[in-house]
């Protein structure tokens, strides 16, 4: 087929595409975020469609459209092909009857605009080798095109922001990624600022011991992940001294780790030991004070590199909690806040990895909770505390605690003082409900879910909306960067979907400790 230029749009050139019929391609560059095409629709009563239009060809055409009807682009409308990874997104603007299409990128002359139909195909791709990349959860499972946005006569949207196109393992630069970073605070330079916690270390009066003990440790239990940046062996005026496990409470009421059977040993004892290594030469001097510290000089500007796949998967979690928040603030009327910690992000590596080391389902691993004060006339229950609590819950339920559950009551229960709950014996950090896990929230948590956090170990949170007044997360205050606290943890404040926000109706009295 010759070539037809568009004449209501020179923009663009409907011509054959290989495998797909025709298609609508650009006639010359075109700069990202251009309207390339507003098409007229004719409309079709759900009935009308549903006995009729849906056995004919008419099927491969509609769009859905508000209050259940359907929708036939007239113009170029009806010609934009699929891709998984399209270049332009549409909207629909239902007061003037059109659907408009826009441009999510800059498009090279003579490249095929395309649009994205939903995961649900009823044909073969032109070209498979494209895999899907784009979220199921996007997908409506209506048969036709499916509507991605209705517009509410002012922006038109892209269905998916930058970070959806390209290789899941390519590093984002920081610009891209859908969410700024809270700074950290400065290292700690003076002797008061250094973070201590309580390690268990015993004196070994034989040096020559210290081989065997290095052995003994590598066979027990002892959880060295938190001492990963403090030198395992301390020599003083003659003394070596060999690091054993963290203290899991900062009294001396807590257990000792046993020591090994065949080496004769002193008492071990609790000692102050740095809690992070030392990113400065200052801080190194301070911190090999109270114990050997590893020396990890952060380069300037140093940061987690995140991927274009874990982009996506955040993407999806903050989107998930923005529904759950959105929902239960309209139809249970609580404060529409929520807090979701979602499976970890996996790599296609990873995820082979585990399929062959036979893993867990790791979709059961994800917690989503809401803000139930009103409902529980509870002022506790936010929506961070109610998803620990779920955590924990779960926890208990399946045994993977040590030695006894941390605690077994439910959202529901009016019960808050945890006086009567029994502290964790020594567990060397298996008690910790959030180690690894990002936690994705609505609002920024307030000072207590901060410190819950805290308790838990978290290793980010994500937060849309900052609470500069009442927040624990750089709000009021910022809680992993307290004196005095023995963990620290990402902040990170939602920027990738502005759209979100302004249409989240998540607003909530800045006085509202979320
Ligand atoms: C809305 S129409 C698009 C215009 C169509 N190509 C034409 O010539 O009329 C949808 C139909 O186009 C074809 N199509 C669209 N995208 C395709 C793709 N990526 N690969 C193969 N066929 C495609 C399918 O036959 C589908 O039913």
Redesign the pocket.
Known sequence: MAPILNLTNPQCIVKS?D?????VFAAHAIPSQTTVESSPVLLFGKEEYEQHGRFTILD??TFKWPNGRMALALGLG??????NTPNVSYTIDSANDLIHYTTTRPVEPGEELCIYYGSTL??????PAVASDTPDQLDDGWGG?SSVDVDSGSVSKAPFPPFFRGAVDDILPEEELPFERFKPPPEEETADSIRTIQAWAVDVPDPRSIGLMLKWLRRSDLDASELGHLKRVRKQNDTSTFLLSVSTSPSLSSEPPSLPADIPLPAPYLLPVPASAALTLTSLDLKNALWPTVYAPRRKGEVEPWTRGRARWAWGAMRAAVREAQQRGRDAGELPVAAYVPAPYQSDADADADLASDADDKGADAFMAHDTRRSAAHPLRHAVMNVIRQIADARARSGDVAEQPIHTSTPGDEEENDSDSVPPLNANGTNYLLTARTLFTTHEPCIMCSMALLHSRVKEVVYLLPMRATGGCGGGTCVPALPGVNHRFGICRWTGDAVLEAEAGLQVDASVDA
């Open positions: 595409s495998g797909k019929g025709r298609g491969h055409y009806s010609l934009f092909n699929h891709s009823w044909f073969d791709l032109a070209d095109l």
